[in-house]
Each structure stands twice: as structure tokens, then as C-alpha cells.
């Protein structure tokens, strides 16, 4: 069984950081693509960051541009999330994902987490 599995979140003030993180289960995604998502009630999941198999190729939505970054660690099988400098607009669930090819859409992805949330306050 494919487990994704994510930590990290919690309430934080505006300006601080949380670290999310993603532990992969049940198989290897050395070699995919993994991504993380957010989502607000009523709204789709958005894109916030993709990596590459060998933590090399990384890929950001402009929102996330220079306050976050993804990186990976194929031997412990996970992959962070650092969030640094944030706003009460990054507020949501934020999710892991894997199993698909580089894309902005979630649909496109097989492996999903149950999600962490992350609430800011001004």
C-alpha cells in the first residue's frame, strides 16, 4: 500500500516559517516527480512547488517564488516543504503528492496525503 504521509503544519505568525514534511510509503518515487499542493475550502488544489527524481529540477508558482523551497531525500524517502516569510493568503491544507508527470493539475497525480494545515495569523 501507497502511503504519502505529511507534518509540519500548524498555526504560525505572519513573517515565520514552518518546514513541511512528506514521508513516501509502500514504494519507491526515487525516480518521480513529487509535488505539493494547497487548497482553501471551495477552492481547487493549486500547485505551490514540484521536484525532480534526483532533487535537481525544482519548479515554483509565482506565489511561492523566493519564500519556499522543495527539496528531497530519496534515501529517508521524503520529501520538505520550507516556508519562509508567511502571509495569512498561504493559509490552507497543503498536500503531497506523486505518481504522474510534471504538471500544474492535480488530476494527473495517483498518490495523494490526507494533507496538514497550515493557518497563518496576522
Known amino acids: 500500500q501507497v502511503l504519502l504521509v505529511e507534518s509540519g503544519g500548524g498555526l504560525v505568525q505572519a513573517g515565520g516559517s514552518l518546514r513541511l514534511s512528506c514521508a513516501a510509503s509502500?514504494?519507491?518515487?526515487?525516480?518521480?516527480?513529487m509535488a505539493w499542493f494547497r487548497q482553501l475550502p471551495g477552492k481547487e488544489r493549486e500547485l505551490v512547488a514540484q521536484?525532480?527524481?534526483?532533487?535537481?529540477?525544482?519548479y515554483y508558482s509565482d506565489f511561492a517564488k523566493g519564500r519556499f523551497t522543495n527539496s528531497r531525500d530519496n534515501i529517508k524517502s521524503s520529501v520538505y516543504l520550507q516556508m519562509n516569510s508567511l502571509k495569512p493568503v498561504d493559509a490552507a491544507v497543503y498536500y503531497c503528492?506523486?505518481?504522474?508527470?510534471?504538471?500544474?493539475?492535480?488530476?494527473?497525480?495517483?498518490?495523494w496525503g490526507e494533507g496538514t494545515p497550515v493557518a497563518v495569523s496576522n
Open positions: 503528492a506523486a505518481g504522474g508527470p510534471a504538471s500544474r493539475h492535480a488530476y494527473v497525480l495517483d498518490y
Open positions: 521536484i525532480g527524481g534526483s532533487g535537481a529540477t525544482t
Open positions: 509502500g514504494r519507491s518515487f526515487s525516480r518521480d516527480i
